[in-house]
């Protein structure tokens, strides 16, 4: 998200001049919008030399079921709380509903920032 700052204008309307330009780390960055497709990933940059591995796009989950955890295939996103349009054009990210074969799972990573998909099996009815 970028930042916008604060208002360039005083309660009374005066202007405000910026004391400073923002810093390469004030700057925010669009959300990466983590499709459900073939595999695809983005390296960054981030503070204190290390980086991000961002998923661009995925179809693979590690999912978890009573304690044991499986690689398996996302068949479908079918639920987003974040954001219902999501599940309609089958982004993922933290909390969304995915369909696998080991059943529904609640995505509990955030695969913008750290480029996998990480669940857990959960009771989950869609609603039709």
Do not use: C, W
Request: no cysteine; hydrophobic share 25%.
């Amino acid at each position: 998200m970028q930042d916008q700052g604060r208002s360039t204008r005083t309660k009374t309307g005066g202007r405000i001049h910026p004391h400073a330009n923002k810093k390469k780390h004030q700057l925010g960055n669009n959300p990466t919008e983590t499709q459900f497709d073939e595999p695809s990933y983005r390296t960054v940059a981030g503070r204190g030399n290390t980086s991000k591995i961002r998923a661009l796009a995925t179809n693979v989950a590690n999912v978890t079921t009573e304690g044991e955890t499986e690689r398996v295939e996302i068949e479908n996103v079918v639920d987003n709380p974040a954001n219902p349009n999501y599940a309609r054009r089958n982004i993922i990210t933290k909390g969304a509903i995915i369909e696998t074969e080991l059943g529904f799972a609640r995505v509990t990573s955030r695969p913008g920032q750290t480029g996998q998909v990480n669940a857990m099996t959960v009771d989950y009815e869609p609603e039709e």
